[in-house]
Every structure is written in C-alpha cells, then in structure tokens.
C-alpha cells in the first residue's frame, strides 16, 4: 500500500474495509498470469463480503493459475471524497494496483439500486463510463447476476452481460479473452467471436426500434449475434466447482459465517418471485457434497457458524437427513447451523427440533397476504392453517416471538386484503394466549413486515402494474389503523426506494441516459442506503431526460407487447407466464414442481430433474 493511501485510510470510517490483506485472499505473481479479472460489487464492503456467488466465481478464477482474480467494492461517501481529491483511483483489494491495470472488470448486479454504483465506481477507477467510449480490449467491463434479467437499463454502460450461472461459462468466455489477448485481437472482433458463447449478451450488437406510443417495436441482432440468448445452467450441482475456502475479513459483515449452498431453483412458482423463476430447474446436492463442504469451509475459515442457503431449504428433499448428519458433525465442533429459508408449510416438529439447539430468537415466516384469497392469487400455497400450525408448534418449542413477512400492493390487492394481515397477526396472538402450554410469564410478540411489491421480469407479474407511491401509504396507513394489539408491531421498508426499483427492473435502454443524469449531475450513488439515497434527484434526472416513469413502474402490458428483455431465453416460456398471470386473476393456484410439473420450460433438454 502506498503510503498516501496509508495516511488517507486515517482519515475514514471502518478503513479495514479498504486494507485488503484477510486470511485466504488471493495474492499472485502479476507478472505471471495472462488475465486480470477486477471482481466489483457495488456495494460497501460489508455487504459485498457476504455475497455467496462473490465468492465462489473469486475462487473458482483464482483456480486458475494464470488468470487473478481481485476483489473490489464501493467505496464510502467519506473516502470517495477523499479518492477525488487526492487523485487516488479505485484498486483491486489484493494489488491495489487501479482499475486501469485489469484486464477485466466484471459487476454482479443483485439488485437495481446498485446501478449507479457501477457508473461511479468505473469513473472512480479510471475507466470511462459508456461502452462506446471505451474502445480497447483491455478494460472490459462485464455483468452478470440476477439483475442482468434484465440489462437493458445498462445497456449503454457494459460491453458484455453474462446470463445465468458464472461456474458454467466464465472460464469458457475468460479463455476466448484470453486467445484475443494474445492474439492481439480488437475489442470490437473479440466481441463479435463471444456473442456465439451461450450465456453471453452483447447489448452493442442489438438495436432496437420503438412504436410511437413507446412500446418496443423490434430487436433486431446484427453481425450474427443470435436473436435469443439462452441463459447457463450448471446440470449437475455436485459436479460444478466448489470453493473450499472463503476469504475471511477482519471486519464485521452482513453475514459473518459460512454459507453452503444446498439447491438451486424452486419448485413452487410464487407469482410474484422473480428468483423463483430465474433460477429453474430445481437442483439440488448430495448430503456427502453439502457436508464436505462445511467442513472444509469452516476448518480453513475458522467460522463458527454454518448457514445453508438456498431459496427453500426445507424443500430440500431429505432435509431431515442432511439436518441429522450435519448437526451430527456441527455439535461435535461446536458450530451453529442456521437455516434462513423455511416455508411455513413444511415447518415440522423435527425440522424444530433440530433448529432449535442454534437459534433461540425469534422465527420468521413469509404469508405474503393476509388473506386466502390474495394468497391464491400469487400462488403462495400456504393455508391460514398451516400459518398457525407453524406458530403453534414454534410456541410450544418456547418461542415467543414471530415475524412476519407481507407485501403491500401486490395485484388484485384490495383494502380488505391489507386489513386481512392485522387480522392474521392478531389471530396469532389470541392463540398464544389461548395455548395452556405456551411459555410462562412471557409476552407475545408478533411482529409485521411490510414491504412493497415490485414487478419483475419473468415472473407472471412482469405484465402488472405497480401501485402508485400515494397507493401503497394509502394501505400502509390502513394496515396500522387495524392493528388492535399492542403485542403487534409493523413496519416497512421505504416506499420511495420500491417505487425507483419499479421504474428501473422493468426499464429499457432508454432509462440508461436518466441512470447517468442521477450519478453524473445528481450525485446519485449508494441508493439502497437511506442515509445516502436521493428519490427527489432521481425523479429530477428522469424528467430532465423526459421520462415517464409511469410508463415503466404503473402500466398493464398487453400480453403481445415486446418486453426489453423477451430476446433473453431464461427457460421459461412466455406463454406460461401469461397462462400464471391470467390464473392470479381468477385467484386459481398452480401446483408446485413436485405435485405436477406445469410446462414452464425449464426442464433441460437430457431432462434435469427439476420437480
Ligand atoms: S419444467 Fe415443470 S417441473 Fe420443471 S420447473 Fe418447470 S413446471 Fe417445474
């Protein structure tokens, strides 16, 4: 490090975010290795620090003896200020050597309020903003993750988007780099050569024309780039790569632990979920992978907590088992294991029983809706039952405190929907005092969150519109006003925050110019952060563009409209979309993967399993 940057880090909040230097980073001999892949999260540190797929593409990269891979993250307001003043450009953790010494520089987009980061963080580096100003092989810049569903917001700032699981295609595309590296190739043919690469989406080769009334009229592919781009999937979870280790930071993150992966996909088709969708077919892993992995994990990370992650733990077809062997080893070593994801429907004895011995605060569970009815029509196959079975059993197991999970605005949703959760929580709440077992002496505590729904791309609601920002505190206010018990507590994220994520995940390239209005003249950047994030500048950029965000966040699209994102292939079907939709409209249900499989597209050709 040099000493300038020393006697800055001084000066700045939480400077190990900065210093680089944690246990299993990776540190290579530069003058030995053929790429130099700068890994961006846009976000601070601790966040990014937490990110699983971060983490497994460094490693895998890394692998690779003669490619590095380098960390690299949003700095803080308070040494970005500095960065700017004192000329320091944005570094790898690892060399800290600029961004303008990569060769690669790759984002992963999880969620639309990162956008500007990444235009603050290339300019922070040194590497212009727009893909057309960057003319070089070197210094590419790519993207991959959830977000780039739908890229078409960042079309005009990312040469190349990578669809679907980077395990499967990163090598492949880093050697085709590689070759044009050596080979002295233009930026211009290596991209033409990688648009052939299945999973790799080069937004410069498409050009899109639009209706009158703004709608797309066509995506036209030029130079051979194919008119449908098909997203990767690794088939077999425990043939893909696995890390054995995770860089360790000095400093507090989001998730301080070890993260093991059990499955991928979902069998249940909420309506709503865009993961739920994005991420089919259903895979999972073999117990044997799972518990290797924990094992090496937490042995060469000193971590004294396992969490399994995936978006239904508990769908995990023999979850008892994997529970047994694990807490068979987890206890011997005196680690925790922590299961982030249950349904309220499979909440068993066992399952709690198991669960128990790690994790004595509260439960969370995610109604969605607070009636039957609106449960059905986002196909959340969870009955009012089954809510308070789960809760039951939670109290019996000496819980006393539950939370739970609602979205606001959610399609049909009418007023006595959202009063229909106050009902619920209260209803939990009687029957903790009706139970004559319940814990003794102690309160209840229910505790209500309520988020707003955005619609997303390939879910069966990308076609929806989003409730207006005077529609959703409308329901807010009515959701407190039903609440009777002061045992009920509610709160709920900011609305500003989802009606901006409304505009941008359903947006097309024309939102690009407004993205970098609002981090160019507005200041915009670190947007998920309330402390930091800016709804008026951000309304400003749009209007100064002359754009309608109703357009974007609260119109119905007819279901022969072109969506920016329909030349993506992510194996579902569009017609099973609309089918989905049309089915929520007359709150008809869908059974999960496992009961019947519902034709969505996602079965892969060879016939991966995926109910
Ligand atoms: S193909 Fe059938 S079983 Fe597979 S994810 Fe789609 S609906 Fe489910």
Not at 23 to 51: I, Q, T
Not at 257 to 269: H, N
Not at 273 to 281: V, Y
């Amino acid at each position: 490090m040099n000493p300038e940057l020393e006697k800055i880090l001084m000066q700045v909040q939480k400077p190990s975010r900065y210093t680089g230097g944690e246990l299993n980073s990776v540190v290579k001999d530069k003058s030995k290795v053929d790429v130099r892949f700068a890994f961006c999260f846009p976000d601070e540190y601790s966040v990014g620090m937490s990110h699983l797929g971060m983490k497994i593409l460094y490693s895998l990269i890394n692998s690779r003896d003669n490619y590095w891979c380098e960390r690299v993250f949003a700095p803080w307001t308070d040494f970005e200020a500095l960065m700017r003043e004192k000329g320091i450009l944005l570094y790898g953790l690892e060399s800290f050597d600029p961004l303008t010494e990569f060769d690669i520089i790759g984002f992963t987009m999880q969620y639309e309020l990162s956008y500007t980061n990444v235009l603050n963080m290339l300019d922070l580096g040194g590497i212009p903003v727009l893909a057309k100003d960057r003319t070089q092989l070197k210094g590419l810049v790519v993207a991959g993750g959830p977000c780039v569903c739908n890229p078409e917001p960042l079309a005009d700032f990312i040469d190349v988007f990578i669809l679907g699981e980077g395990e499967e295609v990163t090598l492949e595309w880093m050697d085709l780099y590689a070759q044009a590296k050596r080979e002295g190739w233009t930026k211009d043919a290596f991209l033409r050569a990688a648009c052939k690469i299945e999973g790799v989406y080069v937004p410069s080769l498409y050009d899109i024309s639009y209706h009158d009334d703004g709608t797309i009229a066509a995506v036209t592919p030029r130079e051979g780039a194919p008119a449908k781009v098909r997203k990767r999937v690794v088939a077999d979870l425990d043939g893909m790569y696995l890390p054995e280790n995770f860089v360790v930071p000095y400093t507090e993150t989001v998730h301080d632990r070890a993260v093991v992966e059990v499955l991928r996909g979902c069998i249940r088709g909420c309506r709503f979920c865009q993961a739920g969708f994005i991420c089919r077919p259903f895979r999972q892993r073999s117990i044997g992978s799972i518990r290797q992995q924990s094992q090496s994990l937490c042995e060469s990370t000193g971590y004294e907590e396992i969490s399994l992650s995936s978006l239904s733990t508990s769908d995990y077809t023999e979850i008892e088992q994997l529970l047994s062997d694990l807490t068979d080893y987890t206890e011997g070593e005196k680690i925790n294991l922590s299961l982030p994801s249950l349904r309220i429907d499979n909440f068993s004895q066992e399952v709690l029983d198991k669960i128990k011995k790690v994790r004595k605060s509260g439960l969370t569970f995610a109604p969605e809706a607070g009636t039957q009815r609106l449960r059905d029509v986002i196909n959340k196959n969870v009955t009012e039952d089954e809510v308070m079975t789960s809760c039951r059993i939670a109290f019996e197991g000496g819980y006393t405190a539950v939370k739970l999970y609602f979205m606001l605005g959610l399609p049909t949703e009418t007023m006595e929907d959202v009063e229909g959760i106050a009902q619920l929580a209260q209803r939990i709440v009687d029957m903790y005092y009706g139970m004559e077992n319940r814990p003794k002496g102690k309160a209840v505590s229910v505790s209500i969150s309520a988020s707003s729904f955005v619609p997303k791309p390939f879910t069966p609601f990308q076609f929806e519109p989003q409730d207006t920002m005077e529609q959703i505190v409308e329901k807010q206010k009515r959701l407190v006003a039903s609440i009777r018990s002061r045992k009920i507590s509610c709160s709920w994220h900011d609305v500003h925050v989802s009606v901006l994520e409304g505009i941008l995940a359903r947006g097309d390239r024309r939102l690009g110019a407004a993205i970098y209005k609002a981090w160019k003249d507005k200041g915009c950047r670190l947007d998920s952060w309330d402390e930091v994030f800016r709804f008026d500048a951000w309304m400003e950029a749009f209007a100064e563009c002359g754009i309608d965000t109703a357009f974007y966040a609260n119109r119905r699209r007819s279901y022969d409209e072109i969506l920016p994102w329909d030349h993506l292939d992510y194996y579902i079907r569009k017609d099973f979309l609309i089918r989905e939709d049309e089915k929520a409209h007359e709150a008809a249900t869908t059974p999960n993967c496992r009961q019947q499989c519902s034709g969505c597209g996602a079965r892969l050709e060879g016939g991966v399993y995926c109910g």
